[in-house]
């Protein structure tokens, strides 16, 4: 297990409701780090949400929405989502881009029955153990 992986591990741990946490690479949608307890969160599954998380984040309509932002305002095209949370008929995707890291995304799954701010709270805090890592591995 990879020290991502246990970072992954304590958010689930500390999380009521967690269903699974990972970091994805938003230039290619790798998983970089993961850790669930459902069995059907399969290698392909998780793959899928993690190309998932890459389209909304990074995808081509994004981008455009983005040029077409800054255009309108005479400034340089930059990336402007930061955090953004979905909600499925039995889930709650937690996700947001590290800010010193933006080419990651950490993305917490929880049951519907999980607070919203303990999401939150658990997905934040998870970035000041994610980031040093990315640093380490990027030396």
Known sequence: ???LDDVMESVIQEVDGALGCAVADLRNGDLLGVAHHVAYFTEEYLEAVAAAAVEMFRGQTV???EDLI???RGVPSERLLEEMQMTTRH???FMMVLPNHP???VVLITNRETSLGMGWSATRRSVLQIEPI???AAV
């Open 70 to 72: 800054s255009s309108k």
């Open 91 to 93: 889930t709650i995707h």
């Open 1 to 3: 297990m990879s020290a």
């Open 63 to 65: 981008r455009h929405v």
């Open 103 to 105: 080419e990651a995304v």
């Open 134 to 136: 990315l640093d380490a």
